[in-house]
């Protein structure tokens, strides 16, 4: 079964909105999640990241917002541009281990 | 140029054939993985390499199979044992830093079967 629940599957948003996603997961021995981000017909390449020590990270437009207590972590895309359209990928993985658990992914469309 | 080169592109596939996908790296990272994506399920481990000549199934091993004869190189076969061959596959690497497991990705192959 999926380690990472991800959601919503797809999302609409007009250019300048917020864009959000929202992950969750069970094994508390996960200690780092990423986000990819996805073009179609390319591979994900790493957006942005954080560790559980830390409530959020920012980095440009992207936001990652961490609740450990719940369990779930999130990507708010600011001021939502066309080129931000992408298929995006929440994941998570624990220390020692090289494996990634992915999210089923959140399909972005960004109308000009 | 640095990266991960996966070949080829586009691969179609008869029923009952074996196939092999080629994934190389110049990025000197000592773990390799192959990921299976299907529209909906994100991407799912099929098998992941940590150093040379060793490898580990994922989670969706079953009608797959790889080796790991050099660093650079992790070849994946679909064999046909696999029932639902069809889909986009990704290789990934990533250096060893000792808990941050970040992927590179390659440009990925689509395989089908016809």
């Known amino acids: 079964q999926q380690q990472v629940k991800q959601s919503p599957q797809s999302l609409i948003v007009q250019k300048g909105g917020i864009s959000i996603i929202n992950c969750a997961y069970e094994?508390?021995?996960?200690?780092?999640f990423p986000w990819y981000q996805q073009f179609p017909g390319k591979g994900p390449a790493l957006l942005i990241a954080?560790?559980?020590?830390?409530s959020e990270k920012k980095e440009g437009r992207f936001t990652i917002s961490f609740n450990k207590s719940a369990k779930q972590f999130s990507l708010h895309i600011m001021d939502s541009q066309p080129g931000d359209s992408a298929t995006y990928f929440c994941?998570?993985?624990?220390?020692?281990?090289?494996?990634?658990?992915f999210g089923a992914g959140t399909t972005v469309t960004v109308r000009a | 140029d640095g990266g991960i080169t996966q070949s080829p592109k586009y691969l179609f596939r008869k029923e009952g054939q074996n196939v092999t996908l080629s994934c190389e790296q110049n990025l000197n990272h000592d773990a390799m993985y192959w990921y299976r994506q299907d529209p909906g399920q994100g991407l799912r481990l099929i098998y992941y390499s940590q150093i040379v000549n060793d490898f580990q199934k994922g989670d969706i091993a079953e009608g797959y199979s790889v080796s790991r004869e050099k660093k650079e190189s992790f070849p994946l076969t679909v064999t046909s044992a696999q029932k639902n061959p069809t889909a986009f596959y990704l290789c990934?690497?990533?250096?060893?830093?000792?808990?941050?497991?970040?992927?590179?990705f390659g440009q990925g192959t689509r395989l089908t079967v016809v």
């Open positions: 994941a998570a993985s624990m220390g020692g281990d090289y494996k990634l658990s």
């Open positions: 094994n508390t021995a996960f200690d780092y």
């Open positions: 954080i560790r559980p020590d830390v």
């Open positions: 990934a690497s990533s250096p060893d830093r000792g808990g941050d497991t970040e992927a590179f």
